[in-house]
Structure formats: C-alpha cells, structure tokens
C-alpha cells in the first residue's frame, strides 16, 4: 500500500497560491508516498495544470450525485475528473455541519465518486460531546458503514478519522486514541469488506502539522494524514510529506 499525504485547502487559495504549489513539486519530485492536494473547485483545473508531468495528484473537496443538471452552484464528479482531479474529499464534517450532509448522502456521493473514475476520501469524526460521552466508536462506526457505498475497493475509497474537536484548534487526541479509533475502522472495513480491508488507506487528520506528523504516523493503521492549514504552505506540506516518506 502507497501511503497517501492529502491537503484540503477547504475555502483558501487564489491563482497566487499556485506558487506554493510549483514550491512542492520541485521540493518532493518523487516521494516515498502519494501526495494530494485539494483546492477550491476555483483552482482544480490550474493547479492540475501546473502539477502536470509531477506526481503530485489534484483533487475535489466534495461533489454532487448526479452526472449533469439543473443543481445551480452544484459540481459533478465527472467535472472534476475532467478539470484534472483524481481524488475527491467527501463527507468533511464541515460540510456534514454547514450543509446538512448525512451518511446516505455522502454514500451516493462516493457512488457517483466511483463512476467518474474518482477516488473518494471518505471522512468519519466525533464531536467533543460525543468523545465525551464515551460514544466515539459507536459514533465513527456508524458513519463508516452509512457513508462507505458497496463497492468501495483499496483503490477507489481511503477513509479519513477527522475528530471535529481536533480540526484547526490546534489539538490532537492521544496517540491511543488515534490507535483506538484506526484499529476500529480497519475492524469494521474488515468485516465487510474482507481482505480487501488490509489495503484501504485510513487517514488521520485534525491539526496535523509537521512537529507533530512523525509520531502519528508511526501509529498502527495510520496511512498517511489529510491536512487542514499546514497544507496551504509548501514548507509545512513538505515536511508532512517527509514524514509520511519516512514512516515504515
Ligand atoms: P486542520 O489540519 O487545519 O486541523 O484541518 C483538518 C481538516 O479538516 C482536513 O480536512
């Protein structure tokens, strides 16, 4: 398995921004590990255009279920495939909280995901009052089996642990917890989906920075991270990147 070391630029960057992302290519022309970056829809098709012949990969921060339509503001999958993403983030709890997004939805998302040929980053996370509660891998678990469509595969679906509590506040559960919660996903993945399990990426994300990569990543069935705000400069992106390059 290739781990995977993904950037959700969420609503940040304009054509400006490029620059950090030639910074990137030209800093890890070939890294141990699989890099992604998500920008706003707005930059897709630009920075797959500035990432060409690199290996770095392009990807969507979500997309509609249908194909084509009257969805004013709404982006396909198969746009996306045809601005140059391969990958695309589904289910952030950003947009689970700012667009009411829920499982089934997220699900068909990662349905029309797959039919366009995309890989979906399917991300899972407890609140504070849920971790509080005692109920996070009741809370995880649940997400996990109503967002993961049927036919997810290794290569078409990566699962991303993003506790809501962790997401640009600048804490991180404990490294247990996060061995906790990953070991419980692959569990789950594995009853469903069988040896196939062994091989879909989970992500850990929620302020992954560079000073604190090295020990994540080092945390069983932790295959690489998606990165809020350290992905925006090529520098902090990079050093994540190393680490991932660097883990076993
Ligand atoms: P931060 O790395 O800024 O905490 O954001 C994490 C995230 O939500 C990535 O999708």
């Given at each position: 398995?290739?781990?995977?070391?993904?950037?959700?630029?969420?609503?940040?960057?304009?054509?400006?921004?490029?620059?950090?992302?030639?910074?990137?290519?030209?800093?890890?022309?070939?890294?141990?590990?699989?890099?992604?970056?998500?920008?706003?829809?707005?930059?897709?098709?630009?920075?797959?255009?500035?990432?060409?012949g690199?290996?770095?990969?392009?990807?969507?921060?979500?997309?509609?279920?249908?194909?084509?339509?009257?969805?004013?503001?709404?982006?396909?999958?198969?746009?996306?495939?045809?601005?140059?993403?391969?990958?695309?983030?589904?289910g952030?709890?950003e947009?689970?909280?700012?667009?009411?997004?829920?499982?089934a939805?997220?699900?068909?998302?990662?349905?029309?995901?797959?039919?366009?040929?995309?890989?979906?980053?399917?991300?899972?996370?407890?609140?504070?009052?849920?971790?509080?509660?005692?109920?996070?891998?009741?809370?995880v678990?649940?997400?996990?089996?109503?967002?993961?469509?049927?036919?997810?595969?290794?290569?078409?679906?990566?699962?991303?642990?993003?506790?809501?509590?962790?997401?640009?506040?600048?804490?991180?559960?404990?490294?247990?917890?996060?061995?906790?919660?990953?070991?419980?996903?692959?569990?789950r993945?594995?009853?469903?989906?069988?040896?196939?399990?062994?091989?879909?990426?989970?992500?850990?994300?929620?302020?992954?920075?560079?000073?604190?990569?090295?020990?994540?990543?080092?945390?069983?069935?932790?295959?690489?991270?998606?990165v809020?705000?350290?992905?925006?400069?090529?520098?902090?992106?990079?050093?994540?990147?190393?680490?991932?390059?660097?883990?076993?």
């Amino acid at each position: 398995m290739k781990k995977l070391a993904a950037g959700n630029w969420k609503m940040n960057g304009t054509a400006a921004a490029l620059a950090e992302v030639k910074a990137l290519i030209d800093a890890y022309p070939d890294p141990a590990c699989e890099m992604l970056l998500c920008p706003p829809a707005t930059l897709i098709a630009q920075m797959a255009w500035a990432a060409r012949g690199s290996v770095l990969k392009i990807g969507g921060q979500d997309c509609h279920t249908g194909t084509s339509g009257a969805h004013t503001g709404d982006i396909s999958a198969a746009m996306l495939a045809d601005a140059g993403a391969s990958y695309v983030i589904l289910g952030h709890s950003e947009r689970r909280a700012d667009h009411g997004e829920r499982d089934a939805l997220v699900r068909a998302k990662a349905e029309a995901a797959r039919a366009a040929g995309l890989t979906a980053v399917i991300c899972v996370g407890e609140t504070e009052a849920e971790r509080d509660a005692g109920r996070t891998l009741e809370v995880v678990g649940s997400q996990l089996a109503g967002s993961v469509p049927d036919g997810a595969t290794a290569a078409n679906a990566v699962i991303a642990y993003e506790p809501v509590w962790a997401i640009g506040t600048g804490r991180t559960p404990t490294l247990a917890e996060i061995a906790e919660v990953h070991g419980h996903l692959r569990a789950r993945l594995a009853e469903r989906f069988g040896p196939e399990a062994a091989g879909m990426r989970l992500l850990y994300g929620g302020s992954v920075k560079p000073s604190n990569a090295t020990e994540i990543f080092a945390v069983a069935n932790v295959d690489g991270a998606l990165v809020g705000g350290a992905s925006l400069k090529a520098a902090d992106f990079g050093a994540i990147v190393g680490a991932l390059s660097a883990a076993d």
